[in-house]
């Protein structure tokens, strides 16, 4: 097609030269051979019937399809009903990265009446706001070297999926602000380490970073990284809640050097994560496992992470526990609506338990057979204001994790082009030129705001409940609209089981999951 353009426009120049057409005929008559031109090919092409149909004009219709999401997000859609995030938590979110204020005039703009909402509730003796946000222990009885959690951290972002200035701003957010910061399960690179930021060191069924030639998990190289001062807890990834059940794949152009160097994979080679861990497969093997990641990582807080799916086979997680003598001694519960590069649309929309019932399963679980005590539960899922984090302490959780929301605090935009390495604002790409866009000394102490800000909102709200610490909130003190004319505190919408009730007495509706979950078999 090229060659026939060119062939044509010489033709037209020498017609030109001929006939001595005057130059504002010659700027007119070559972009209508190239229309004529376009036009033609979208005649004889076979794959879209539209521009068989419509030929040139057709184009108009695949241009507006790929604007639409910026037209839906800046013209159409109101302030309150915007998907995954709606304008006006990202709004808080910006305004509080940036250290403005992020109040709202006029009141809400939301229907308190419409089924599903849910609010907050107040005392009419409000506390003191504290000074001094509480912090979590995190470290049961095996543990050696417990460490205290924030009450907002960053949550699991690899690098490779975030560029390199991306990771850098997180990290020197959380070390600027005492708080956390997962790495993901791409591995511990220099950028989650450079900054000094507290690091929480993912390892998913990759076994990226501590893996041997054939895949496999490698304890020797695990415990010499383990041991590095910034890592302060190490976390085995069970599965992710906007895809749990896979596995994932990097394809091997994005797989250069520093990257296979830091996940101890080939250079230039796909690398593909497996949907299931090499390391262990029953529960009872699991619970080993957590037990010798705890040794080789020195005495350090070990856990897992997971999206609650079946009931009873968490349950059966939990018999081993029991039977081993052993815990993790923290479990991060990943909901259904958390975020990810990339996902099959199916899985992101019908697999996995959202947030609520995943933790109130995992609560109600180790409340249950007596674990509680000793395993602090970590919440991950569009957590973005204080709301959202006093909500999941409600639900009980000990901590919050947000990813999204720490991607808005250094520049993203919603774009949704996470997995096309076309980031926009050079958060989720690693093509330098795009990523440098992203300029660390500006991003990070916006992400140091924003979880300053949004903890002490959190603090706030909770003053105004009529409680200090977390640990005093109250199903209760969380309800829900279920049509115009009702509502209901989560202490009536929900089961809450009472200390050891599944040892003792396992009530009817928990008795068959119960029975049937097994120590030595993930069975559905």
Same mark, same amino acid.
């Given at each position: 097609?090229?060659?026939?353009?060119?062939?044509?426009?010489?033709?037209?120049?020498?017609?030109?030269?001929?006939?001595?057409?005057?130059?504002?005929?010659?700027?007119?008559?070559? *972009?209508?051979?190239?229309?004529?031109?376009?036009?033609?090919?979208?005649?004889?092409?076979?794959?879209?019937?539209?521009?068989?149909?419509?030929?040139?004009?057709?184009?108009?219709?695949?241009?507006?399809?790929?604007?639409? !999401?910026?037209?839906?997000?800046?013209?159409?859609?109101?302030?309150?009903?915007?998907?995954?995030?709606?304008?006006?938590?990202?709004?808080?979110?910006?305004?509080?990265?940036?250290?403005?204020?992020?109040?709202?005039?006029?009141?809400?703009?939301?229907?308190?009446?419409?089924?599903?909402?849910?609010?907050?509730?107040?005392?009419?003796?409000?506390?003191?706001?504290?000074?001094?946000?509480?912090?979590?222990?995190?470290?049961?009885?095996?543990?050696?070297?417990?460490?205290?959690?924030?009450?907002?951290?960053?949550?699991?972002?690899?690098?490779?999926?975030?560029?390199?200035?991306?990771?850098?701003?997180?990290?020197?957010?959380?070390?600027?602000?005492?708080?956390?910061?997962?790495?993901?399960?791409?591995?511990?690179?220099?950028?989650?380490?450079?900054?000094?930021?507290?690091?929480?060191?993912?390892?998913? %069924?990759?076994?990226?970073?501590?893996?041997?030639?054939?895949?496999?998990?490698?304890?020797?190289?695990?415990?010499?990284?383990?041991?590095?001062?910034?890592?302060?807890?190490?976390?085995?990834?069970?599965?992710?809640?906007?895809?749990?059940?896979?596995?994932?794949?990097?394809?091997?152009?994005?797989?250069?050097?520093?990257?296979?160097?830091?996940?101890?994979?080939?250079?230039?080679?796909?690398?593909?994560? *497996?949907?299931?861990?090499? @390391?262990?497969? %029953?529960?009872?093997?699991?619970?080993?496992?957590?037990?010798?990641?705890?040794?080789?990582?020195?005495?350090?807080?070990?856990?897992?992470?997971?999206?609650?799916?079946?009931?009873?086979?968490?349950?059966?997680?939990?018999?081993?526990?029991?039977?081993?003598?052993?815990?993790?001694?923290?479990?991060?519960?990943?909901?259904?609506?958390?975020?990810?590069?990339?996902?099959?649309?199916?899985? @992101?929309?019908?697999?996995?338990?959202?947030?609520?019932?995943?933790?109130? %399963?995992?609560?109600?679980?180790?409340?249950?057979?007596?674990?509680?005590?000793?395993?602090?539960?970590?919440?991950s899922g569009k957590i973005a204001t204080?709301?959202?984090?006093?909500?999941?302490?409600?639900?009980?959780?000990?901590?919050?994790?947000?990813?999204?929301?720490?991607?808005?605090?250094?520049?993203?935009?919603?774009?949704?082009?996470?997995?096309?390495?076309?980031?926009? %604002?050079?958060?989720?790409?690693?093509?330098?030129?795009?990523?440098?866009?992203?300029?660390?000394?500006?991003?990070?102490?916006?992400?140091?705001?924003?979880?300053?800000?949004?903890?002490?909102?959190?603090?706030?709200?909770?003053?105004?409940?009529?409680?200090?610490?977390?640990?005093?909130?109250? !199903?209760?003190?969380?309800?829900?609209?279920?049509?115009?004319?009702?509502?209901?505190?989560?202490?009536?919408?929900?089961?809450?089981?009472?200390?050891?009730?599944?040892?003792?007495?396992?009530?009817?509706?928990?008795?068959?999951?119960?029975?049937?979950?097994d120590p030595d078999r993930f069975t559905?």
């Amino acid at each position: 097609m090229a060659i026939v353009t060119l062939t044509l426009v010489a033709g037209m120049a020498a017609v030109v030269a001929a006939v001595g057409m005057s130059a504002s005929w010659w700027f007119a008559a070559v *972009p209508l051979t190239l229309l004529g031109l376009l036009g033609a090919r979208d005649l004889l092409q076979r794959r879209h019937s539209v521009l068989r149909n419509y030929p040139v004009l057709g184009h108009a219709r695949f241009l507006l399809e790929r604007i639409r !999401p910026e037209l839906q997000q800046y013209f159409i859609e109101r302030n309150y009903d915007g998907r995954p995030f709606d304008r006006d938590i990202r709004d808080i979110v910006y305004e509080r990265a940036k250290g403005t204020d992020a109040e709202q005039p006029y009141g809400t703009e939301r229907d308190v009446y419409e089924p599903g909402y849910e609010y907050l509730v107040p005392s009419m003796a409000p506390c003191p706001v504290p000074t001094t946000p509480p912090r979590v222990r995190i470290g049961g009885p095996d543990c050696g070297r417990p460490y205290d959690m924030a009450l907002l951290n960053v949550s699991a972002m690899s690098f490779g999926s975030l560029s390199a200035n991306a990771v850098l701003a997180l990290n020197g957010g959380a070390a600027a602000g005492g708080f956390a910061h997962d790495t993901g399960e791409g591995g511990l690179s220099e950028y989650h380490l450079r900054p000094g930021g507290d690091l929480i060191w993912e390892i998913g %069924t990759g076994y990226f970073g501590c893996r041997t030639e054939d895949g496999d998990f490698d304890p020797g190289e695990f415990a010499q990284k383990a041991a590095h001062d910034h890592v302060k807890c190490v976390s085995l990834k069970l599965s992710q809640g906007a895809k749990p059940g896979i596995g994932g794949v990097l394809p091997g152009p994005k797989v250069n050097a520093e990257i296979a160097r830091v996940r101890d994979v080939p250079e230039g080679r796909t690398v593909i994560s *497996p949907p299931y861990h090499r @390391a262990f497969s %029953t529960p009872r093997e699991l619970v080993r496992f957590i037990a010798r990641m705890r040794e080789l990582a020195g005495g350090k807080p070990t856990g897992f992470k997971l999206c609650v799916g079946s009931r009873r086979q968490f349950l059966a997680v939990c018999k081993a526990m029991l039977e081993e003598g052993t815990a993790p001694d923290f479990i991060v519960v990943d909901g259904a609506e958390g975020g990810t590069g990339a996902a099959p649309l199916e899985f @992101a929309d019908h697999v996995g338990a959202p947030l609520t019932e995943g933790l109130l %399963t995992v609560h109600n679980a180790l409340v249950g057979t007596g674990l509680r005590d000793r395993i602090r539960i970590g919440a991950s899922g569009k957590i973005a204001t204080g709301t959202d984090l006093v909500k999941r302490l409600v639900q009980g959780a000990d901590y919050g994790n947000a990813a999204r929301a720490m991607m808005f605090a250094v520049g993203c935009i919603q774009a949704q082009r996470c997995h096309t390495n076309t980031c926009p %604002t050079g958060v989720t790409t690693q093509d330098p030129r795009r990523a440098r866009a992203l300029d660390v000394r500006d991003k990070t102490p916006r992400v140091q705001r924003f979880q300053e800000a949004t903890v002490a909102s959190a603090l706030q709200l909770m003053a105004s409940m009529g409680v200090t610490d977390p640990a005093e909130l109250r !199903p209760h003190m969380l309800r829900r609209r279920i049509d115009p004319y009702t509502e209901r505190s989560y202490e009536e919408l929900y089961e809450w089981l009472e200390p050891g009730r599944l040892l003792a007495e396992p009530p009817s509706t928990w008795a068959a999951d119960w029975k049937a979950a097994d120590p030595d078999r993930f069975t559905v």
